[in-house]
């Protein structure tokens, strides 16, 4: 069977606020963290089409979570 892992890291000027924003909606086959001006997704499947529509749904989200990360005041 096969095994899909991947990992996406993104710069931020609020990558607390944009992982806590990002979290909500991981599947379970998804882990997201923030370290320093980073944030780090791993997703994990057995299905391409799964991974593919998980990442595609997750850019969407880290679009708008960076949008309004940016209007949060520290």
């Known amino acids: 069977m096969i095994s899909i892992e991947g990992t996406i890291q993104t710069e931020h ?3 607390e606020c944009v992982a806590a924003s990002l979290s909500v909606d991981n599947l379970s086959m998804m882990t997201t963290s923030a370290s320093g ?7 994990r ?6 991974v593919i529509a998980s990442v595609d749904d997750y850019l969407m989200n880290l679009a708008a979570a960076e949008e309004i990360c940016s209007y949060v005041s520290h």
């Open 37 to 43: 001006t980073r944030v780090k997704t791993t997703v």
């Open 45 to 50: 499947g057995r299905n391409l089409r799964s």
């Open 13 to 15: 000027k609020r990558p």
